[in-house]
């Protein structure tokens, strides 16, 4: 643990170390970007501007620290340090004592480290999934594909005549188009690729008809 508990006392608030030399040390330079613990404080109760008001870095680093050191925060809140006491802590401490004040600081930093770190790419998701909404309404309302499918129907039907699979009145998409990897051919096309063999009369059905029968 990175924390420890320390005896209250007039000494201890006099040179009050809460975090070890090492983890102080190195939150203080992840805080380095942040102003100063009172104007961050302001900030975290407004949330005026937040958190574009503020290094994205750092605002992570302290979205990090509000969990990792969440001990420490709670001590120095029992301490109950007051806005003038604050020369008496740390320089990391400080920004600790802010989380330890500003109530929910640490469900704002958690919402604030969310828009400026995963929250970037939602617009990356949102173009995504427009892109597919707009695909799968143009196969909703294509024409070419309705007659496909139709004509496709009605072959199956006709080829299964006879047979439990006969008289079918629909088809899974996209499964069955995919069934068309596996049909036999009578030949080859000039680019190598399979015709698919097709009954007479079945021909994809004009824009309004039935399909053939």
Request: proline share 5%; hydrophobic share 40%; net charge negative.
């Amino acid at each position: 643990a990175t924390a420890r508990r320390p005896i209250v006392t007039e000494e201890t608030r006099k040179r009050l170390r809460i975090l070890d030399d090492k983890s102080s040390q190195l939150l203080a330079i992840a805080f380095n970007r942040l102003p100063p613990p009172e104007q961050l404080g302001k900030i975290l109760r407004d949330l005026e501007d937040f958190p574009d008001c503020l290094h994205a870095e750092a605002v992570l680093a302290l979205n990090a620290a509000a969990t990792e050191q969440h001990e420490a925060v709670e001590q120095i809140r029992q301490l109950e340090v007051q806005v003038t006491e604050l020369q008496q802590l740390g320089e990391a401490e400080r920004y600790l004592w802010v989380l330890s004040v500003v109530p929910d600081s640490a469900a704002k930093l958690r919402c604030g480290a969310l828009i400026l770190g995963q929250a970037r790419e939602l617009t990356d998701l949102r173009l995504s999934s427009e892109r597919v909404a707009s695909c799968c309404q143009a196969l909703r309302t294509s024409d070419l594909l309705h007659r496909t499918v139709s004509t496709s129907l009605a072959v199956g039907n006709f080829l299964n005549r006879g047979t439990a699979r006969c008289s079918a009145q629909a088809v899974v998409l996209p499964d069955a188009l995919l069934k068309f990897e596996e049909l036999r051919g009578v030949g080859e096309a000039e680019d190598g690729s399979v015709i698919p063999m097709v009954s007479s009369g079945s021909e994809t059905p004009k824009e309004g008809g039935r399909g053939p029968t």
